[in-house]
């Protein structure tokens, strides 16, 4: 790949760049690295649409990393809720922490590797876009773009790695990481991609053999198994009973309804108000929302108008919509 391709991009780049809170334009001094960190394990299998104004609502609450680490779990995990995966939480909580005690986020990637909840490709990803280490930071879509460059069908991550780090200019890696990232988000996409508007269409490979969806070839995924559970819904004097589910596991540490286990094979719940279906990353639930009488588990009342301030995750949430909305209709 020429250096060329990656002056087209750069300039691309500069002329397209997403303006987004936690960014610094291009050619400017490098963003806090508190702020890209956050922004990074936001964007985890979220979106951007989604993650804006959530990310600025949270450096609003916490604006650096210290202030953060010095927040209650409790706190973190209610201002967490309805991002989902909640393991980003809980590593988010610890990172901040570490950080803090270390006196300052690692520089390298090697470094940032060694923190609570940074995978290569996280730790690339800051080090490149905070502090200008050349480090290939390869996501989905960095993936896609270097494969379609290739005409590659089945690459591996080293592949794509070393394809980057050839590709990248050493005095702009965070730049280059970003472009690269923008590209892949609103140019180069999975399916129609547009190929017309994409500054490395001259030399992409993939455009060239005019079937550019090929690249790479999508990976075949297993079936998704389908699992049932109860959620009790507890109501005294205008509040619910709220629990707090255990610390490591789905939903770990969240507020919730007390319940029975997820499992595969439908109960026989009685008197059930609904069901409301819900998909994780590894399988699909159905929780039946049964009436009870007496508290269970160790919790706490919520008045139901303060369920807003609960930080009650999106599958508990829906729950309790589901019941007053068939209150209403009562």
């Not at 909580?93 to 520089?107: D, L, N, Q």
Request: glycine share 8%.
């Amino acid at each position: 790949m020429t250096a060329n391709a990656a002056e087209r991009l750069i300039q691309h780049y500069v002329d397209n760049f997403r303006e987004l809170p936690w960014r610094s334009p291009p050619g400017q001094p490098a963003p806090d690295p508190y702020r890209v960190w956050l922004s990074e394990i936001m964007l985890q299998q979220t979106t951007v649409a989604t993650v804006r104004p959530r990310f600025e609502r949270f450096v609003e609450r916490w604006p650096t990393v210290e202030a953060l680490a010095a927040a209650s779990d409790e706190a973190i995990l209610a201002e967490w809720a309805g991002l989902g995966y909640y393991a980003r939480a809980r590593n988010l909580i610890a990172c901040a922490r570490e950080v803090v005690r270390r006196g300052g986020f690692p520089r390298s990637a090697a470094e940032l590797q060694e923190l609570p909840g940074i995978g290569a490709y996280t730790a690339a990803a800051i080090a490149a876009i905070a502090f200008g280490e050349p480090a290939a930071a390869v996501d989905t879509n960095v993936a896609r773009v270097m494969a379609r460059l290739h005409a590659l069908k089945c690459p591996t991550r080293p592949e794509i790695e070393q394809l980057a780090l050839g590709m990248m200019p050493a005095d702009r890696p965070g730049d280059f990481v970003q472009a690269m990232m923008d590209l892949g988000a609103t140019i180069c996409r999975p399916r129609n991609p547009r190929c017309n508007a994409c500054p490395l269409s001259p030399h992409c490979l993939a455009f060239a053999s005019g079937e550019p969806e090929i690249f790479p070839q999508p990976r075949q995924r297993a079936a998704r198994p389908h699992k049932h559970g109860i959620a009790y819904w507890i109501e005294r004097g205008g509040s619910v009973w709220l629990v707090r589910r255990p610390a490591k596991g789905l939903l770990g540490g969240m507020a919730a309804l007390p319940g029975t286990e997820w499992v595969e094979g439908p109960p026989d719940p009685i008197n059930a108000i609904g069901t409301v279906r819900h998909v994780f990353t590894h399988f699909s639930l159905d929780l039946h929302v049964v009436p009870r009488s007496e508290p269970d588990g160790e919790g706490w009342w919520q008045p139901l108008g303060g369920l807003g301030e609960a930080g009650l995750p999106t599958l508990y949430r829906r729950v309790a919509e589901l019941v007053l909305a068939a209150r209403r209709a009562a």
